[in-house]
């Protein structure tokens, strides 16, 4: 048989390597514990060794403590979904947090993190995010508008500024239904940073425990910021349970928490404590959605075939309601990949309240077991592709059972994040409407390097090139 006549001509020009997300170095693989807590105390991510991306777990052992991370599936399963009360959250994590964050849900155990979580979680429940949707997408418009302004024709932009600003701005609106152009709002806003660069809510003392004989120092300003914002929170929440009272309260999440009773006990968070829980809404909120949202735009910047699938898509948008979003597909799934290589929260803390047995390895009581989406999501043995960008994973088998086994963004089991929901809505719309106004390109030579503070962040942020879409389409 004749062999088809190949005529040489123009041949398809080989596909450009597809740039891999910027990962963090990993350290040496021995270090004195001394130089792992300096390593640890820059960035959690460079401080760790390279094995953990294969390892199922790893024990960290000095004379003061004993601390396992845990990258097994089944194992993370038991901590967070099956024996939540056998591994609580370690009182060290409150270290350095308590004065800004009093008794909140984020720090409580036992039977009053329970109880809080009981007011707490109907104001999240599935139905009332259609509520939330209007203050949302009001929040997302306005950002819009201030880009709009500030890039004009195009300008480089660092863009955490940009999504922790329309982040806050969706909290005020969920929460207080005010905008973060009100006095006391942006007044929080700009204290909540100054609190995070002195205070992380990641801290050392969670993962490496100090003897308690040990004096802690806060680092300057903690304290008088965190009084300054406890004071301007009290002044909302005082305002908004004389509202409550005189039955001229919004319908926001603010009047749905304080207005929800314990169905157990009857009883209703009383001022202190609301107070407690709106810090933690903030800080936990606004923070994580930000970090998320930052990753998801230098994503798209260095995938521009998926920023311009996301762009058709996001005519969606045009309709200003809640359905709308079940449209935004493929956001979700560009999103859900960013926090997967992304995850704000990087990794967790808990503490074994009895000695248990891992992996045939005796666990002591007292020892900290720490979960750590950041590797287990580019898990080698796990994952394919672990540390490439694919957004289409999540139609694949690998990665359906990936996301029930070793997907934790928002945590699993009883102490799931309440925003979960919320999130998965907010970042997909943000993402969408930003992309739909603006084309977003990469800086040469400003590739953003992770680095863990509070959340994920980039080490000298996330520099991107803004353009309006009408400029951006006729170059
Ligand atoms: C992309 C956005 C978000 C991510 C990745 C995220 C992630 C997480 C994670 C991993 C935890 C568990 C932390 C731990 O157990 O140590 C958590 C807890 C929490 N999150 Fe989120 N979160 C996000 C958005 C939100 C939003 C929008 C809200 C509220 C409006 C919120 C409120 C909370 C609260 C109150 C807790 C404490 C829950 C408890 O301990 O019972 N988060 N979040």
Not at 399 to 406: N, V
Request: charged share 25%.
């Amino acid at each position: 048989m004749n062999a088809p006549d190949h005529k040489p001509g123009p041949q398809p020009k080989p596909e450009a390597p597809r740039p891999q997300p910027p990962k963090p170095q990993a350290r040496p693989v021995r270090v004195s514990l001394w130089r792992y807590v300096r390593l640890f105390r820059d960035d959690i991510l460079s401080a760790q060794p390279a094995k953990l991306y294969r390892a199922w777990m790893a024990e960290f052992r000095a004379p003061s403590f004993r601390s396992f991370l845990i990258n097994q599936p089944d194992l993370i399963k038991r901590v967070l979904k099956e024996e939540p009360d056998v591994f609580p959250k370690s009182d060290r994590i409150a270290e350095g947090l308590k004065p800004l964050l009093g008794n909140s849900v984020f720090l409580t155990n036992g039977e009053t993190w329970k109880r809080q979580r009981r007011i707490i979680d109907p104001a999240f429940e599935g139905g009332r995010l259609k509520a939330t949707y209007p203050a949302m997408r009001a929040a997302a418009d306005s950002a819009i508008v201030r880009l709009q302004r500030q890039v004009g024709q195009g300008a480089k932009v660092e863009a955490e500024e940009i999504t922790s600003h329309v982040a806050a701005d969706v909290i005020f609106r969920t929460l207080f239904s005010i905008p973060i152009e009100n006095e006391v709002a942006g007044e929080v806003f700009t204290r909540f940073r100054n609190y995070q660069r002195s205070q992380p809510l990641l801290n050392l003392a969670a993962f490496v425990p100090l003897p308690k004989w040990m004096p802690r120092f806060f680092r300057r300003g903690t304290r008088p910021n965190a009084k300054v914002i406890r004071a301007l929170i009290t002044k909302l929440t005082e305002a908004r349970m004389a509202a409550i009272k005189a039955g001229t309260a919004p319908e926001d999440l603010a009047t749905k928490i304080m207005t929800t009773c314990d169905p157990d006990t009857g009883e209703r968070f009383d001022a202190q404590e609301m107070v407690d829980q709106v810090a933690i809404f903030f800080l936990a909120g606004h923070e994580t959605s930000a970090s998320a949202l930052a990753w998801t735009l230098y994503l798209m910047a260095l995938y521009p075939d998926w920023q311009d699938q996301l762009v058709l898509e996001a005519e969606a948008l045009e309709d200003e309601s809640f359905s709308a979003i079940s449209k935004l597909r493929l956001s979700r799934d560009v999103f859900r990949e960013a926090l997967r290589l992304y995850p704000p929260v990087p990794m967790m803390v808990r503490e074994a309240s009895c000695p248990v047995t891992f992996r045939n390895r005796l666990v002591p009581k007292g020892a900290q077991i720490v979960l750590s989406p950041w590797h287990l999501h580019r898990h080698e043995r796990l994952w394919d592709n672990p540390d490439g960008f694919d957004p289409s994973r999540w139609q694949t088998e690998n990665g359906k059972q990936c996301q029930r086994e070793a997907y934790i963004p928002f945590s699993a089991g009883p102490r799931v994040c309440p925003g979960a929901g919320f999130a998965m809505v907010e970042g997909p719309l943000i993402l969408s409407l930003i992309l739909r106004h603006f084309k977003v390109t990469c800086i040469s030579g400003a590739e953003p390097v992770p680095v863990a503070h509070l959340t994920v962040r980039s080490k000298n942020g996330i520099w991107l090139q803004f353009t309006p879409r009408g400029e951006a389409d006729q170059s």
